[in-house]
């Protein structure tokens, strides 16, 4: 039988027939009938998300009720709405479940049992509710469930780099997905579908416009286009965060500065931010990029970040407003080792931040290359709750070409030990504000997604964006239960299916490694796109914009050296973490070509000159997209067609690519390698 086609617009929201005869039976018993208590519009959403998703998943029509009969039932009700019904949750069991955290409870009752999903807030409902889908489409045993779930961090946010003329920067998957032209009198049907999508994996914030801002997405007019956006976000609890200008003051209200000492400026900001208020009572607050890669900022005045997050902190403070404020930065007038630059700002203004400012810090301290260190940021501020910035968009990773599932990625950075506070002080526990006890806590994801049908460009690169928001909620989620999850929602629940594509998720980010920047070496892909390899570029005005600046190939060796007897970098880790990277011999091999500048004819742990292992490792990596385009062929007829040929074609391309990396590299760094060494 020839499986219907699909176009990937569902994503993991995609609800089909049970196929565990088990299961599917277990469930039509459990869910006689489905009763979603209040009229809210969240309430609303949660009745159109079941009656979309409960006949498709049991095969059969189920009755919604608004009052409780002698039937097995599904309930849906905040705590407080649940005890009017006579059905109350025990104390103890909601406690601490929070304002966004839900419980999902099997109750028994004299006839039979009811599936509670509760909370004490609408988006606790919104989440539970999602979460109990996923248990049946991934086919989860539910007789007798309790489960409870809250987020470990509270703002959990897409961050577009949309510009207001529909391109996207660093976009892969079409133009975006806003259509400031039409808004806001015509609402497009996706905006409610993005907003759903995100409310499933737990977002609760998007941030609509990109860091490299423009004025004009503060006008009047953009307001009320936004505020038309944020309307229809809100019933699914996720709100929204603008991306300002830092010279708004002088190109949108023709002041004579933006000097943030400036009181006329102040007022400006304070009347601005009073005006997106009126607007959006719920508005989440600002993500802002100063001083970095030409956007201008409060340095422009002689005045510190510090002064530049007071001005616009303080205006957005009366309303509970937040203000993201960005660590990309790289005055390599402070240190010639870019990677450094970050730290030697920042750390002097530790504890000079008003309470409502979070300082976001990327995962590491260069720009989100396919695999770096954690930023030494992370352990230095300890009196600044710091926001950990991921993106989600592969700009580095072969964009929406690649097969590359970045959880791995992502879990690595989270669960690295920054030793702030003995050993323990995990990254998570620093971005949770478990660490230092904070209780504001935040993470930004760059968006992949576009107009796309598919949304992110490569069927596979929604993955990315799902695991985003399972981690962003749960950090301690692993990131392969995440791609189990997101394999049996998004494709297949056939054994043979899961475990073929586990492995191709699960082995893609290290294949793209070690066919891309093995052993710690970076940013040596082409100029300005950053897609397929470049090792020797060396024309950029800036020193540190070449990438010859990165891997220093000599004769002698290779790799930037970062060690103490190089930039020091490694003086702004903790020990033991500072000792370990510092030591050629300790140093993880992962980080090798990061931290050290490594002799051609060095052996490594398995024997083999970095040469030799150089080689290996390129190799491996063509091996591995190899297999996976021979496992990917040999589910020709479990997947749909279409699907099936979209990835078939960018496999082919991703082989392609991965030959031409190994080629170019290693025809490039054998240059230097002697022929004794090799
Ligand atoms: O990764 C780099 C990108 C820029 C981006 C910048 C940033 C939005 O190449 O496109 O600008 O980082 O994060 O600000």
Not at 512 to 535: A, K
Not at 580 to 605: G, S, T, Y
Request: proline share 5%; hydrophobic share 35%.
């Amino acid at each position: 039988m020839r499986i219907r086609d699909e176009d990937g617009y569902e994503l993991w929201l995609r609800y089909r027939v049970v196929d565990n005869p088990d299961r599917f039976s277990q469930y039509r018993t459990a869910i006689d009938q489905v009763i979603v208590l209040g009229n809210s519009p969240t309430a609303e959403i949660i009745r159109s998300e079941l009656r979309r998703a409960l006949p498709a998943l049991l095969d059969r029509s189920v009755p919604f009720s608004t009052h409780t009969s002698e039937q097995p039932a599904l309930v849906v009700g905040t705590v407080q709405q649940l005890a009017a019904l006579g059905l109350s949750v025990q104390r103890e069991q909601s406690r601490d479940l929070g304002e966004e955290g839900f419980l999902i409870r099997t109750q028994p009752g004299d006839h039979h049992n009811w599936i509670l999903i509760t909370g004490h807030s609408e988006a606790a409902l919104l989440y539970g509710m999602f979460h109990f889908l996923r248990l049946l489409q991934t086919q989860q045993d539910i007789r007798a469930l309790d489960r409870s779930s809250s987020p470990r961090i509270r703002r959990r946010l897409l961050a577009h780099w949309d510009n207001l003329d529909g391109s996207i920067e660093r976009g892969y998957a079409g133009r975006s997905l806003w259509k400031w032209d039409e808004l806001p009198h015509t609402i497009d049907p996706r905006y409610h579908d993005y907003a759903r999508a995100c409310a499933s994996i737990g977002l609760n914030g998007t941030c609509l416009n990109n860091v490299n801002a423009q004025a004009k997405s503060l006008s009047t007019d953009y307001l009320i286009k936004a505020a038309a956006l944020a309307d229809v976000f809100r019933p699914y609890g996720l709100r929204l965060y603008l991306s300002p200008l830092f010279s708004a003051p002088m190109q949108l209200g023709n002041l004579k500065t933006s000097d943030p000492r400036d009181p006329s400026v102040a007022a400006w900001w304070r009347e601005k931010v009073a005006e997106i208020y009126r607007l959006i009572p719920d508005f989440g607050g600002f993500q802002i990029k100063a001083n970095s890669e030409g956007q201008p900022g409060p340095r422009d005045y002689g005045a510190s970040h510090a002064a530049g997050a007071d001005l616009l902190a303080a205006a957005l403070e009366p309303y509970g407003g937040l203000l993201l404020w960005r660590a990309f930065v790289y005055e390599t007038t402070l240190d010639t080792d870019r990677a450094k630059c970050a730290y030697q700002e920042f750390v002097p203004l530790d504890g000079r931040f008003r309470t409502n400012v979070l300082v976001q810090v990327k995962n590491g301290p260069i720009d989100f290359q396919p695999r770096e260190p954690f930023h030494p940021l992370f352990g230095a501020l300890e009196q600044t709750p710091l926001a950990l910035e991921l993106q989600i968009t592969q700009e580095y990773l072969g964009q929406s070409i690649h097969l590359v599932y970045l959880g791995g990625m992502w879990q690595e950075i989270l669960d690295s030990d920054t030793h702030a506070k003995g050993s323990g002080s995990t990254v998570a526990r620093i971005v949770d504000g478990t660490l230092h006890d904070y209780n504001t806590s935040s993470i930004v994801g760059v968006a992949n997604t576009g107009s796309d049908r598919n949304w992110c460009g490569h069927h596979f690169a929604q993955a990315n964006w799902y695991a985003f928001g399972r981690l962003a909620w749960d950090h301690t989620l692993r990131a392969e239960t995440i791609a189990e999850e997101w394999i049996r929602a998004t494709w297949s629940n056939d054994p043979r299916v899961v475990d073929h594509l586990k492995t191709l998720l699960l082995d893609s980010w290290p294949a793209c490694l070690n066919y891309m920047t093995p052993l710690g070496l970076h940013h040596i892909m082409q100029e300005g796109h950053h897609y397929g390899p470049d090792p020797a570029f060396n024309a950029a005005p800036r020193e540190d914009w070449n990438n010859v600046y990165y891997h220093r190939a000599d004769t002698k060796g290779l790799g930037f050296d970062r060690s103490s007897t190089g930039s020091q970098a490694v003086s702004q880790y903790h020990s033991p973490q500072r000792e370990q990277f510092d030591d050629l011999a300790a140093c993880p091999e992962k980080f090798l070509l990061w931290f050290h500048h490594v002799p051609w004819e060095r052996r490594l742990h398995n024997g083999r000159t970095l040469w030799e292992e150089l080689q290996q490792r390129y190799h491996e990596g063509v091996a591995f997209v190899e297999k996976m385009r021979e496992v990917w062929r040999r589910l020709q007829t479990d997947i749909d067609p279409q699907r099936h040929e979209h990835v078939t074609q960018r496999l082919n391309q991703q082989l392609e690519n991965a030959r031409w990396w190994r080629e170019v590299c290693l025809n490039y760094f054998g240059q230097f390698v002697r022929r004794e060494d090799s």
